[in-house]
């Protein structure tokens, strides 16, 4: 069997299961992810994020990296296993959340199957993903556009034009 890598982003907002504080979950679940069918092979720093959403609480955010002999799907069970462990119940889109793992990138490329897409199809645009992401991979690339993690951060963080004009045009 061919050992292949993840990047998974993690993030917490309030506390549950595992632990009493966002940033606590967070390291409780790097732990997690060194079990198993899993080894963690690096993890960021973890900062704190505004929410998206309707949630009124801070994000506790980092990024890590697992190999695996699994496949993107099996991973993404492990992935829901864990957050279930912790505490996760889904109920509201972008509602606050003990724990939230998500299967950014694959070593491998691309992966569509059952549901599983890998890339995540949101990650490019998503700083609280790729600002961790790239302090442990900054050179790992999209397959889909080819451009590495540094690239992607620095496109999403570029400055939008402003219309001046009031008309939208």
């Known amino acids: 069997m061919t050992t292949t890598l993840y990047a998974i982003a993690i993030g917490s907002n309030r506390a549950g299961r595992a632990a009493r504080s ?3 979950m967070v390291t409780a679940a790097m732990a997690a992810l060194d079990d198993g069918p899993l080894c963690l092979l690096d993890a960021s720093p973890i900062i704190m994020t505004p929410p998206l959403g309707p949630s ?4 506790a955010n980092c990024a890590a990296l697992v190999a695996s002999t699994a496949m993107p799907d099996a991973v993404l069970a ?4 864990i957050e279930a462990e912790f505490g996760r119940r889904r109920q509201r889109r972008w509602g606050e959340r003990a724990l939230d793992l998500d299967l950014i990138l694959w070593s491998e490329g691309s992966f569509a199957q059952d549901g599983t897409i890998v890339p995540h199809l949101a990650f490019r645009a998503r700083d609280f993903v790729l600002r961790p992401l790239a302090h442990i ?3 790992w690339r999209d397959p889909i556009t080819g451009l590495t993690v540094r690239q992607l951060m620095a496109r999403q963080r570029r400055a939008k034009p402003v219309d001046h004009t009031g008309t939208g045009d």
Do not use: T
């Open 22 to 24: 966002p940033a606590a």
């Open 78 to 81: 492990q992935l829901h296993r």
């Open 137 to 139: 991979a900054p050179l």
């Open 56 to 59: 009124r609480r801070r994000y």
